[in-house]
């Protein structure tokens, strides 16, 4: 079987993996799988869940794991022929790791790495919240959502990166610079990647 090409693209909220995944699915042909799309979606739709997630997501909170979970199992079934997958804002706390693991492996595959954005909380305060003003996001308009989020990601998402890091998986990317040279580093991550496993 070919091997496929799986990458967790993490940081932060406002990091910049919308931007970056956009131009890395172009280049290596992958499905983008983003668990905040989905639930914007879900809330645009009008469905239960939609109605749920908006809930939590306004007041900066993660919308629980079952959920998130079984959104991506779908997408994964739904694209089995894929060349693989770049996953954003998923998985956000160890237990969406392991049971990421445990799909993927039950499919025949694993993550080939996870690139880590880093920016400071200054920075990421600034870009939130001119993204609101421009998306009309609701959980971007507010200072006070966004620094429950990055409470959030600090406490239960963070600590993701060890997780991947014990798997040699890890690749720590400056997130803070031009679109195209942060683009470069994570391809040449990719590439390093890709042949190693
Ligand atoms: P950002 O890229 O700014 O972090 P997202 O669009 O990824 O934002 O997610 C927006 C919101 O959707 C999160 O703040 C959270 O409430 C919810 N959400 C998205 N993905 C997940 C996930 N994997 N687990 C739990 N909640 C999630």
Known sequence: ???????????????????????????????????????????????TLGLEAKGLIDKGLLVPDTVVIGMIE?????????????????????????ALDKLLADRGTGITV???????DEELMTRLLSRGKMSGRSDDQDPTIIENRIKEYNNKT??????????????????????????NTLCS??????VAV
């Open 1 to 47: 079987m070919e091997k496929k090409l799986n990458i967790v693209l993490f940081g932060p909220p406002g990091a910049g993996k919308g931007t970056q995944s956009a131009m890395l699915i172009e280049k290596y042909k992958l499905i983008h799988l983003s668990t905040g799309d989905i639930l914007r979606g879900e809330i645009a739709a009008g469905t």
């Open 74 to 98: 779908n997408k994964l079934d739904n694209n089995a022929d894929a060349k693989g997958f770049i996953f954003d804002g998923f998985p956000r706390t160890v237990a969406q790791a392991r």
């Open 114 to 120: 996870m690139l880590a954005l880093e920016v400071d």
């Open 158 to 183: 963070a600590p993701l990166k060890d997780y991947y890091r014990e798997q040699n998986k890890l690749r720590v990317i400056n997130g803070v610079g031009s679109i195209d040279d942060i683009f």
């Open 189 to 194: 991550a990719v590439e390093r990647s890709s």
